[in-house]
């Protein structure tokens, strides 16, 4: 706090019940047990006030044996980045430490700017009960991610995937009301479960105009969560610390960029000028009087009033920046697109922003001794399992997974699986029918296992020339790798067959045409050949094939792009 005056930084220890009166309990210091702390920055407040009043609420858990959450409010600065406004540790998160971290915010950035703030959150635990008791009546928003990932747990499926989020991204309640509808139609279930989550948390039809912000999730959150993983599994000083020099690098890099660039709308706000600007070639605009349009795109119509700044389809007011239909009218009449773009998206205001500078901290040999007792860390708590380094996959993650390659445990797997087939019992882990593995080598999903054709004799006699159905028997053990010119291609039903794994030639008493002279049997050119010398004894024959399943190449391709769950279901 010396270093940067006027920031915020609050501890709640706790203390042992017979260490309640004053006097023992500065005589027996080593008695307070750190519990909570919560910092807020001067910079982040300065910052904040420059601002749109958007704050995205979260809390991730600590990778350390003494366990706890990080709890922390992300805003969104005017490039549509995270600003981070505030952060604390405490215990669990529960209503008791929401309010708690609600009420030093509150504090913080003012109690009557804190109503008008438009908060987003993860349904996280306690904390609804935490906004009425704080704050009650400000605007809340659902993340709609999260809510998916709870919706698809008891209504799976593309279709019901694509109306739910067709209904949270309509801007007008009769294009929601008209999806509704179209799920109801769907699934009558689907619809009772979303009809009965109030759509003013959820879907762009219901937001207000206040906070500017459009959006659905709560990505900036996340964002922030992603950027201090490594910090987490720090102990609680050297985490605060790691945070607070990420916060100090963060606004110094911004500050340099802004100073550097020369254009008058931030770099992310023109890119979705760009796009919508592309879009709006479709529509045709009709001047009606003064700045007010009727734009037309087929059946679509929709009504445009450049001078106060509104469309019909209510987008450009949710995020004060100009929709399809504004941008189609302002090239109609051949003017520029920055009047018409708030002034929280320009680069005079994000100069403001992070003009505020994170001074340097000495390290904790140079911090001055105060008098107060030492806060004791809190108690060690031995896991009864391993220590948990990544949090658990929701609902929703495996599908912005990447599908493009076999993961090292899917492709062990795999092969496990190929060899278990070829041997029959044999003990997982055994590496002696596979000379590389055992060597360290791996075998990959890809590869097929070549048969091997295997010849044993049992009797001695002359040798015997194949007939004709004992031909084709070996033809079918062994298929060629390139199908002939000339053929057809072979049904799909019959490249997933399996061949027999062991066929035995029946036996032949006819006497061969000479004993003297070696004798070879010639066989199509899409089978193998088997040639014998009349000099060496001969009887008759079993022909055994080794080697995994065969597998087609198109199975295989379909088998590198889905979990090793997932491979039954081809």
């Known amino acids: 706090m010396r270093a ?121 635990k306690g904390l609804l009960p935490a906004y009425d008791e704080v704050i009650p009546g400000v605007e809340n928003r659902f993340c709609v991610r999260h809510l998916y990932s709870n919706f698809r747990k008891r209504f799976p499926g593309l279709q019901l995937k694509q109306l739910m989020w067709r209904c949270g991204k309509a801007t007008h309640w009769r294009d929601w009301e008209r999806n509704m509808a179209e799920l ?66 963060r606004w110094a890099e911004n500050r340099d960029l802004a ?22 070639g479709e529509w045709r605009p009709y001047w009606s009087a003064a700045q007010k349009y009727e734009v037309v795109s087929g059946l679509d119509k929709f009504t445009v009033d450049l001078g106060s700044f509104e469309c019909s389809c209510r987008r450009w007011q949710l995020s004060s920046i100009p929709c399809v239909h504004a941008i189609s009218c302002i090239k109609f009449k051949g003017f520029g697109l920055e009047p018409y773009v708030a002034d929280c998206y320009k680069i005079e205001t994000y100069l403001k922003c992070y003009e505020a500078v994170i001074h340097p901290l000495n390290g904790p040999d140079l911090w001055e001794i105060t008098s107060h007792p030492d806060v004791m860390p809190p108690p060690y708590r031995r896991p009864s399992h391993r220590p948990v380094k990544k949090r658990k996959q929701s609902a929703g993650d495996e599908e912005q997974s990447s599908r493009t390659h076999l993961s090292r445990r899917g492709g062990e797997t795999k092969a496990q699986n190929s060899k278990d087939v070829s041997k029959g019992k044999q003990s997982r882990g055994s590496n002696k029918s ?54 057809t291609k072979p049904t799909s039903s019959a490249q997933h067959d399996p061949p027999p794994k062991t066929t ?18 010639t066989l199509p050119a899409s089978q193998p050949s088997i040639a014998t010398a009349s000099s060496q004894p001969t009887g008759h024959f079993s022909v055994s094939l080794t080697g995994g399943p065969h597998v087609s190449p198109r199975k295989l391709k379909l088998m590198a792009k889905l979990p090793p769950r997932k491979w039954g279901l081809l």
């Open 259 to 280: 100073q550097k660039y020369a254009g008058t709308i931030l770099p992310r706000i023109r890119i979705k000028l760009e796009r919508r600007s592309r879009s709006a």
């Open 504 to 521: 035995a030639i029946p036996k032949t008493s006819a006497p061969s045409a000479s004993s003297s002279q070696p004798t070879t049997t």
């Open 434 to 487: 596979n000379p590389l593995a055992a060597k360290g080598g791996k075998k990959t999903a890809s590869t097929q296992p070549t048969p091997k054709l295997t010849v044993k004799r049992k009797v001695t006699s002359a040798t015997q020339p194949l007939t004709s159905a004992q031909s084709n028997t070996v033809a079918q053990l062994k298929r060629p790798r390139g199908r002939p010119k000339g053929t």
């Open 4 to 124: 940067n005056p006027g920031s915020s930084v609050r501890i709640q220890v706790q203390r042992f019940p017979e260490q309640v009166n004053a006097a023992e309990s500065l005589s027996m210091s080593s008695h307070c047990i750190f519990q909570r702390i919560y910092i807020c920055l001067k910079a982040c407040k300065q910052s904040f006030s420059h601002c749109r009043s958007f704050i995205g609420l979260d809390g991730c858990f600590l990778k350390t044996p003494q366990g706890g959450h990080l709890l922390t409010a992300i805003g969104w600065d005017p490039n549509d980045q995270m600003l981070p406004l505030a952060y604390a540790v405490v215990e669990a998160e529960t209503k008791d430490s929401w309010s708690w971290f609600l009420h030093h915010l509150a504090s913080d950035i003012g109690i009557e700017k804190m109503g008008k703030t438009t908060f987003m959150s993860d349904q996280q």
């Open 184 to 249: 109801k139609a769907v699934n009558q279930e689907a619809y009772r479960y979303l009809n009965a989550i109030p759509p003013k948390y959820w879907s762009r039809s219901r937001f207000t105009y206040n906070s500017k912000v459009d959006t659905l999730v709560n990505n900036m959150s996340e964002s922030f969560n992603a950027a201090i993983v490594d910090a987490r599994e720090k102990p609680i000083l050297t985490m605060l610390e790691d945070i607070r020099v990420k916060l100090m690098t």
